[in-house]
């Protein structure tokens, strides 16, 4: 859906907040959590739980990236 002129700096942008988010706030987030559910069930337990919950995130982007493929299809259809 990008101008071949600026695709390169449409592919460098959607790279940053993929970055950004994944290895910036991912661990961040899992750690974070982790620290909150250690008082309720020990560190070994709540490190797992957080590690569960981080990977679901997974789910959700698949559910995402599925919808985008359908709202991609319906926009290409439009368009010619």
């Known amino acids: 859906m990008t101008p071949p002129a600026s695709r390169a ?4 942008i959607i790279g940053f907040f993929n970055n950004l988010i994944g290895i ?3 661990p961040l987030a ?4 982790s620290d909150a ?3 309720h069930y020990g560190e070994g337990e709540a ?3 957080a590690l569960m919950a981080g990977s679901s995130a997974f789910a959700l982007a698949a559910v ?3 919808a985008a ?8 259809k ?3």
Do not use: E, H, I, Q
Request: net charge positive.
């Open 9 to 12: 700096a449409v592919a460098a």
């Open 24 to 26: 910036g706030l991912g």
């Open 30 to 33: 899992v750690g974070a959590l």
């Open 37 to 39: 559910l250690r008082p």
């Open 47 to 49: 490190l797992r739980l």
């Open 64 to 66: 995402l990236f599925v």
């Open 69 to 76: 493929g359908y709202a991609l299809k319906r926009d290409l």
């Open 78 to 80: 439009r368009r010619t």
